[in-house]
């Protein structure tokens, strides 16, 4: 099992968890099989607010991601296309069984002390505390 903490825009966050965000767009594609997300809200939230599992991952020309995402992609084509923007590649995390925390958490409690650019592995042990 393969965890990523993924610092995402607090709009976002919020089409994720009441479901109309359905994929996670990405430039790159993480190296390792991602089985789980944590979802880290950024400014002015700054916490993790919950996370979801990972069901599938996209990787294809920015049209085909589009057209194979769009009913459940949470935004708008014009920010899509801006975002991949001089891209041949793009990805995309479909997400399934989202969570929000009661209780958001900090970064400290998975061993961190910044907020990742693109998305931080993080390690087992750090999960079961």
């Keep these: 099992m393969c965890t990523i903490l993924l610092s995402i825009n607090?709009?976002?966050?919020e089409n994720i968890l009441n479901g109309t965000k359905g994929y996670e767009y990405?430039?790159?594609?993480?190296?390792?099989k991602i089985d789980k997300?944590?979802?880290?809200?950024?400014?002015?939230?700054?916490?993790?607010v919950g996370e979801a599992e990972v069901e599938d991952v996209l990787i294809d020309d920015p049209e085909m991601i589009w057209k194979k995402t769009e009913k459940k992609s949470g935004i708008e084509k014009?920010?899509?296309?801006?975002?991949?923007?001089?891209?041949?590649q793009a990805v995309a995390y479909k997400l399934?069984?989202?969570?929000?925390?009661?209780?958001?958490?900090?970064?400290?409690?998975?061993?961190?002390?910044n907020a990742p650019q693109s998305f931080q592995y993080i390690e087992e042990s750090w999960l079961s505390g």
Excluded: A, W
Aim: glycine content about 4%; charged content about 35%.
């Design 26 to 32: 990405r430039k790159n594609v993480c190296r390792r």
């Design 78 to 88: 014009s920010f899509f296309d801006r975002y991949f923007e001089d891209r041949k």
């Design 96 to 113: 399934k069984n989202v969570i929000q925390y009661g209780e958001p958490k900090e970064l400290r409690d998975y061993g961190l002390r």
């Design 37 to 48: 997300i944590l979802i880290y809200s950024t400014n002015p939230v700054m916490k993790v």
């Design 10 to 13: 607090p709009n976002h966050v």
